[in-house]
């Protein structure tokens, strides 16, 4: 309400004043046609038909509503401003609620799965060194079995090396060699093992 | 009575079996000889070189005939009493050189002893005596046998010297 409209105001109810107090001192002064206080009462009734006419009365029903207007326009403001407020504090308060459980939930997403890498790494661990120890294991094995079977090899070699030279000289030479040419070997193996014939022929038929 | 000395030309019993057998034809042609009638002919029978020599070496008379006897008696203990080896060649034993190791046998060994000889080409070289209780392999796979570290040794060097 700007300050003209005040002064409207105050000039308005000042005049009623004013006109209530001449009309009041006049009834007071005159001849008492009718009683006092009917006259007094029709005095108000008239002034008050004259002060608070149409016009005036239009003009503060078009008053009020201007002012009931601003009000609500203003409360519409101030409304505005406090959903405004209100909705920014809902969405810092969501955001940081949602951030919040978000970020509780990451983290219980992060130990789960470092818990899940944790089990993961020990059970790749426990799978490796289990490995481990059939890779060597078997490497033992392959070794050992390896070994035996150079060592059975070449035992059998050995033991059968005497032979296959046998008979290959058998094989390459055959009858070529006459016993003649043996005697001296022959005659040496036996002079070589004449004492042992001698103590045989000794002791006799066993 | 002094030994009968065995010719090189007796190796085994079967030669003393075989002289044997020439004796008693020897008797038989005797016998024979006194029922014939005297001036008809006969032929004596052809004794063996071998029958021959052991006469010879045993001065034996084999016209007379309790030396025929003796020598057969003699012949009959040799084959129940000396010594009978048997020997093993890789090849064929030609007769000289099976006389070689005869007359060793006879003059290391025993002066009666016999042979009998085997034929096994597996020992490549070499022999193989089976006296009354032995075993006695002088063969070159024996030799082999005996050999084997050496020869395991040469071809250990020829491997790791590849």
């Known amino acids: 309400m700007n300050t003209g409209g005040l002064i409207l105001i105050v000039g308005s109810l000042a005049a009623a004043a004013a006109a209530f107090i001449w009309l009041a001192f006049k009834i007071q002064n005159g001849p008492p046609a009718k009683g006092r206080k009917e006259l007094i009462a029709d005095a108000a009734a008239e002034d008050v038909e004259h002060i608070f006419n149409d016009d005036f009365r239009e003009e503060l029903r078009n008053r009020g509503r201007l002012h009931f207007e601003k009000v609500i326009n203003d409360n519409a403001v101030f409304l505005q401003q406090d959903l405004r407020n209100t909705t920014t504090q809902l969405n810092e308060y969501m955001r940081s609620e949602i951030t919040r459980t978000l970020q509780e939930e990451f983290k219980k997403y992060e130990q789960s799965i470092n818990d899940a890498k944790q089990l993961a790494m020990e059970s790749i661990q426990k799978t490796v060194a289990t490995i481990e120890q059939q890779r060597q294991f078997l490497e033992q094995q392959i070794k050992a079995q390896s070994t035996a079977q150079e060592e059975r090899i070449v035992a059998r070699f050995e033991a059968e090396m005497a032979g296959i030279f046998n008979h290959y000289i058998v094989k390459a030479i055959g009858n070529q060699i006459d016993l003649s040419d043996q005697l001296d070997f022959i005659l040496g193996e036996l002079e070589a093992n004449k004492q042992a014939i001698l103590e045989d022929i000794k002791h006799g038929a066993s | ?162």
């Open chain 2, 1 to 162: 009575m002094a030994p009968l000395k065995l010719t090189p030309d007796i190796v085994s019993q079967a030669d003393l079996t075989r002289l044997n057998r020439e004796l008693d034809s020897l008797d038989d042609f005797f016998v024979s000889a006194k029922a014939r009638p005297a001036g008809s002919p006969i032929a004596p029978p052809k004794l063996s070189r071998a029958l021959e020599a052991l006469a010879k070496e045993n001065a034996v008379n084999l016209l007379d005939e309790k030396n025929r006897q003796t020598l057969a008696d003699q012949l009959a203990a040799v084959y129940k009493e000396a010594p009978n080896f048997h020997i093993s060649f890789a090849v064929e034993a030609s007769p000289k050189s099976l006389e070689r190791i005869l007359v060793w046998m006879r003059q290391s060994v025993h002066p009666q002893l016999l042979l009998q000889v085997g034929l096994q080409p597996t020992i490549a070289a070499g022999c193989v005596l089976r006296t009354t209780n032995k075993v006695f392999d002088m063969s070159l796979r024996a030799r082999l046998n005996s050999q084997t570290e050496y020869l395991a040794a040469l071809i250990k060097e020829s491997v790791d010297g590849r």
